[in-house]
């Protein structure tokens, strides 16, 4: 893969470098920028000894006679990108259990025969630490992923997770929440064993919020469960057509009632796109009231929502970015799943999907600052504000560019990159997708 830098350039231990002629977003820094419009400038990084040492205007910077000087010519530079909904262990089941035709129903029924047939300690650790290696060669610092958290697979994917946590502590920040149907509370006995699971884990709580008898209830349930235990809390909510699906008001007045003292994220929410402006308007307001985060998943939305076979889909699949970003919402896009029956696609790749969510959703024309959708808002989102930001003291986690502005690097967000880590570059060498053949056989039959 091609590098935006010569990386036998840079200093093999912990001297210094600086990369001159940066061209850095005003959103992700507080370090002094030339600005040259939309929300860019330029600007020298000093980086010495793994940190970001100084961020100034270009020839500003005195630097010892030691120090190595690569000049950028106006690439652009971007934080070590935050991927705050995935699936790790679902991914990469494609091969061996593909959506057989394309619908969410098809890639619920296709996910639990695997999951009931295949998911063994093995086989799950084997497929996260391969997604991982694809994050890190591409950029990402930061990562939330859910976990199928239905008995007994439950007890078989947190352990696993765990373990790739601490094997991956060093180069990724790993998160995870619980994921189950919220019918699963009509058990009594589910709700206090998964979020003690997730309490010991260091964990999230979570759930997946349909219009169901008793929904209140269980809305409730969870946040007093979540206040309890000093969780917080992470939903994927009304991923349907349905302009009736509302329970993101639910949960948005379930926060407001309760006082939940913790952080909410809700992910999805395709169906307020089709609901009125009144509807809407009310939801909204509620969802400010209650500092709730919003997650868009683009990719995995678009594929999955209005597909139906012989006919061509009438509206993108995805949630009202720009209504809740003008509210105060904070708002962010993630990857979601990966080469499994609810995207077929994907790579957990930032960079591709922050620029695939400026083409569907139209962030842009002024690009701005929607970059923090990828970077300084869901870190916050995920209880870490250092991260997605380049400022002086922050570790030297970033991503450098050939592409100079916004038209560049997303007409080619393929294009050259180097990743740096504490201010090394890192391999960029994916991992072969025969790596996985041996868990690839498919059952017959299904």
């Known amino acids: 893969m091609a590098e935006a830098i010569d ?19 005003s959103a992700v820094t507080a370090g002094i920028l030339n600005h040259i419009g939309d929300g860019l400038g330029r600007a020298d990084i000093l980086i010495d000894k793994g940190e970001i040492a100084a961020i100034a205007s270009c020839g500003e910077l005195i630097v010892h006679d030691g120090a190595v000087r690569i000049d950028l010519d106006g690439g652009l530079v971007l934080p070590g990108m935050v991927d705050m909904h995935t699936h790790l262990d679902k991914g990469h089941i494609w091969a061996r259990r593909p959506n057989p035709d394309g619908t969410f129903p098809g890639a619920l029924d296709a996910v639990t025969a695997d999951r009931e047939a295949r998911w063994s300690a093995e086989d799950v650790r084997r497929r996260m630490s391969f997604a991982l290696q694809c994050a890190h060669a591409h950029g990402t610092v930061l990562m939330r992923t859910h976990l199928d958290s239905i008995p007994p697979q439950d007890a078989i994917s947190w352990d696993v997770f765990k373990d790739v946590r601490r094997e991956w502590a060093d180069r990724i920040d790993l998160q995870a929440s619980a994921l189950f149907g919220v019918d699963s509370l009509e058990d ?40 309890s235990r000093g969780l917080a809390l992470d939903f994927h909510v009304d991923e349907t057509a349905d302009p009736d699906a509302d329970s993101l008001r639910i949960i948005a007045e379930t926060a407001i009632r309760t006082r939940f003292s913790g952080q909410v994220v809700c992910g999805h929410c395709c169906s307020l796109a089709r609901q009125t402006d009144a509807a809407v308007d009310e939801t909204l307001d509620l969802v400010a009231r209650a500092g709730i985060g919003v997650v868009s998943l683009p990719l995995c939305n678009m594929y999955l929502m209005d597909r139906a076979h012989g006919r061509t889909p009438r509206w993108r699949g995805v949630t009202l970015l720009h209504e809740m970003k003008a509210r105060g919402i904070p708002v962010a896009v993630a990857s979601d799943n990966t080469r499994d029956p609810f995207y077929a696609y994907g790579d957990l790749d930032m960079v591709d999907v922050y620029a695939q969510a400026v083409r569907i959703l139209h962030l842009d024309h002024p690009s701005g600052d929607w970059i923090r959708t990828a970077t300084t808002t869901p870190a916050g989102l995920l209880g870490d504000s250092a991260r997605g930001r380049l400022d002086i003291g922050s570790p030297a986690d970033m991503i450098v560019f050939k592409a100079r502005n916004w038209n560049e690097l997303i007409a080619r967000p393929g294009g050259a990159r180097t990743v740096l880590r504490g201010g090394h570059a890192i391999s960029r060498t994916l991992p072969d997708y025969r790596e996985l053949d041996d868990l690839m056989t498919q059952d017959l039959g299904i």
């Open 7 to 25: 990386t036998n350039h840079l200093p093999r231990g912990d001297g210094a470098v600086l990369l001159a002629n940066a061209t850095l977003p």
């Open 188 to 227: 009594p006995a589910f709700l206090p064993s998964i979020a003690d699971r997730a309490l010991e884990a260091g964990g999230v709580l979570g759930a997946v919020t349909f219009m169901i008898d008793g929904l209140e209830t269980h809305v409730e349930a969870m946040f007093r469960a979540a206040e």
